[in-house]
Every structure is written in structure tokens, then in C-alpha cells.
């Protein structure tokens, strides 16, 4: 939701926008896990009227997500992509993959059909996963956003100092962009 207010905000600001990968739950089993064994007792179709509502003013779909999937090989493929020159399809496609289409992005094989989509070899995936060379990349950004005291996505860093956790309103995010701005011209 946070991409959708993002995009909506590129429209009216001049913005230069980075996003970075960040592993909310490292603990995640490979196979992932139900959203009803995480939050026993949560009505998810309730948990995700609101977050589908919301959404639907940014022109985003939300589906049926029933699993919390171990997001490592995606967020490493996110890299390579990055470094590949197709992160932002890659990202988008990927988003789309979990949070539209349900699919389980912990899987190899929907990390390696959404990678083929935007132009990416799935063999040459599995080679750069199984190398695990964009580990540290991963780590370090992890460790940033340590720093920053970040326990939650989506959150933006905008200028360095200036922090939003979560999806807030469009105005909130505008104002927050448009103080950075005054700031930036002190």
C-alpha cells in the first residue's frame, strides 16, 4: 500500500525513491507459515476488509493471502534484479504474485516464474540463490534499518532523518515530504 501513496505522491513531488529489502520475519520456517497458526483466533477476512479497502482507492488489489511465506529467496532475487536493471518490474510483479494473486513467494519455483516474467533467466536465479551473494546485501540492510530502529514495513526513510512506519494517509505522506523539502532548503 505504502508503493501505491508512493506513486500517487511521484505524481505531484519531485521524488527519488529507493527501496530496499528488508526481512520482517527472518524466522519465518522455509515452507512459511498459516496466517491463522500466527494469529490464532483472527478472522482474516475481517484482519483484511479494512487493508482491502484502503487499497481500493489506490487502485490496488488485495486477495486471498492465507500464508506468511519466508520472503529470503524473493528479497535475494530482488537484488539480482536490482543489479540486472528490472528491480522495479520485478518488485511490482512480485507484489503483485503474494498480495493479489496469493501465490507463496517463499516458493523457488513462483520466485523463478516471476523472474521470467520481467526477463530474468531462472536458471541463472537458482545459480545466484544458491551462492547466496546478495546475503550481506541483505544483512546490511538489516542492520540499517537497526539503526534507524525500524521493526515494521512498510517504513520510509525520507532525507535520512525524517521516518513514517506503515501505511499512512496520502496527506500525512505529503506533508512529511513537503517538510523535508523546507528542510532541504534551509
Not at 524466522?27 to 498459516?34: A, D, R
Not at 488489489?61 to 522495479?88: H, I, K, Q, S
Not at 536465479?125 to 530502529?149: F, N, Q
Not at 517504513?155 to 499512512?168: C, E, L, N, P, S
Amino acid at each position: 500500500m505504502g508503493k501505491g501513496l508512493l506513486e500517487r505522491l511521484q505524481q505531484e513531488l519531485s521524488l527519488d525513491i529507493t527501496w530496499v529489502g528488508y526481512e520482517l520475519h527472518p524466522e519465518t520456517p522455509p515452507k512459511g507459515s498459516l496466517l491463522s497458526d500466527r494469529f490464532p483466533g483472527v478472522n482474516l477476512d475481517q484482519m483484511y476488509a479494512p487493508i482491502r479497502a484502503r487499497g481500493e482507492e489506490l487502485g490496488l488489489l488485495f486477495g486471498d493471502v492465507r500464508v506468511l511465506p519466508n520472503t529470503r529467496l524473493a528479497l535475494e532475487t530482488a537484488e539480482y534484479a536490482r543489479d540486472r536493471g528490472c528491480f522495479d518490474e520485478f518488485h511490482d510483479r512480485m507484489f503483485r504474485a503474494y498480495f493479489t494473486e496469493g501465490r507463496d513467494i517463499g516458493r523457488f519455483h513462483v520466485v523463478a516464474d516471476v523472474a521470467r516474467e520481467c526477463g530474468l533467466d531462472p536458471a541463472a536465479v537458482k545459480t545466484v540463490l544458491e551462492s547466496k551473494i546478495y546475503a550481506p546485501r541483505l544483512a546490511g540492510a538489516r542492520d540499517e534499518a537497526r539503526s534507524y530502529g525500524i521493526t515494521g514495513i512498510p517504513t520510509f526513510i525520507v532525507d535520512g532523518h525524517f521516518v513514517i512506519v506503515g501505511a499512512q494517509p496520502l496527506d500525512q505522506f505529503r506533508d512529511l515530504l513537503r517538510r523535508a523539502e523546507l528542510d532541504a532548503e534551509v
